[in-house]
């Protein structure tokens, strides 16, 4: 709400299962778990950081100029 976004629009990514995960599927959001435990509210799990930009929305911008 603060963001001014809704639930569905917003990712968690987080490394605890009931602070961050449950919490977070409770109000709609999309869950990325990163060295959290799996369950019912995770919908992607990463070991690696890099791997959550694949499961993100984002088009690559250009560096050139």
């Known amino acids: 709400e603060k963001a001014g976004v809704d639930g569905p ?4 990514i987080g490394d605890r299962y009931a602070n961050d995960m449950e919490g977070a599927k409770a109000v709609g959001m ?6 959290a435990d799996g369950g019912p509210a995770v919908d992607h799990h990463v070991d690696d950081l890099r791997e959550i930009l694949a499961l993100l929305p984002v088009e ?4 050139q100029n």
């Open 30 to 35: 999309t869950t990325i778990a990163y060295g």
């Open 60 to 63: 690559e911008q250009s560096t």
């Open 9 to 12: 629009e917003s990712v968690m």
